[in-house]
């Protein structure tokens, strides 16, 4: 059982930087690959990123190539989305997850998410 949870998200102006962190309880923590996802009022949970167990592998969403950066600290069991240049269009709940591989990545866990809300 791997418990997840979010830290980080508020409320930015357009143009500016949060970075969210996701603390895993646990001590098999580097065997998961990791992910954010992020679900906007109205729509489904969409992919965002993800990461290899060893962070030597990540995956970015189209939408957010060049924006943001997944990494991880598997020495704190935490893995963090640095996201830059931030858009309104970006306002969604975020969500952690972890899953037994990185590809395919099909979530077995998830955290209760953290909201950002980008002001235009």
């Known amino acids: 059982q791997v418990q997840l949870v979010e830290s980080g998200g508020g409320l930015v102006q357009a143009g500016g930087s949060l970075r969210l962190s996701c603390a895993a309880s646990?001590?098999?923590?580097?065997?998961?690959?990791m992910g954010w996802f992020r679900q906007a009022p109205g729509k489904e949970r969409e992919f965002v990123a993800r990461?290899?167990?060893?962070?030597?592998?990540?995956r970015y969403a189209d939408s957010v190539k060049g924006r943001f950066t997944i990494s991880r600290d598997n020495a704190k069991n935490t893995v963090y989305l640095q996201m830059n240049s931030l858009k309104p269009e970006d306002t969604a709940v975020y969500y952690c997850?972890?899953?037994?591989?990185?590809?395919?990545?099909?979530?077995?866990?998830w955290g209760q998410g953290t909201q950002v809300t980008v002001s235009s």
């Open positions: 997850a972890a899953g037994s591989s990185y590809v395919p990545f099909k979530p077995d866990y």
């Open positions: 646990g001590r098999t923590f580097s065997s998961y690959a």
């Open positions: 990461i290899s167990g060893s962070g030597g592998l990540t």
